[in-house]
């Protein structure tokens, strides 16, 4: 059976996918409940949207690269939201910053 989604579910969905391609089981029941989904509802859209995603990034190489920076910077901002006792051990700080790349 095909579901669709709203146009405000759509958008939900594509918002938490943008920061976060996986989703915790607790996270995925927080999310179906908010937007009125069975938790099997937002564990396939999450399934079709990496493959989506996946399939776009082989498609455009270029964009890779701007990602891969984008994502570390978000790993970056995560780690300092969290409280000074969690932040410790994380991450070292040389994983906050972007490596050389290779030409």
Do not use: H
Not at 4 to 33: C, G, H, M, V, W
Not at 45 to 71: H, I, T, V
Request: charged share 35%; aromatic share 6%.
């Amino acid at each position: 059976c095909q579901v669709r989604f709203s146009n405000d579910q759509t958008i939900e969905l594509e918002k938490k996918f943008e920061t976060q391609k996986y989703l915790s089981p607790p996270e995925r029941k927080r999310l179906a409940k908010m937007l009125q989904l069975s938790e099997r509802q937002v564990k396939t859209w999450f399934q079709n949207r990496r493959a989506k995603w996946r399939r776009l990034k082989q498609e455009n190489p270029q964009n890779n690269k701007k990602e891969e920076l984008e994502s570390l910077d978000n790993s970056c901002d995560q780690r300092q939201d969290l409280p000074s006792d969690q932040n410790t051990g994380a991450l070292e700080s040389s994983q906050c910053s972007p490596s050389p790349v290779s030409q």
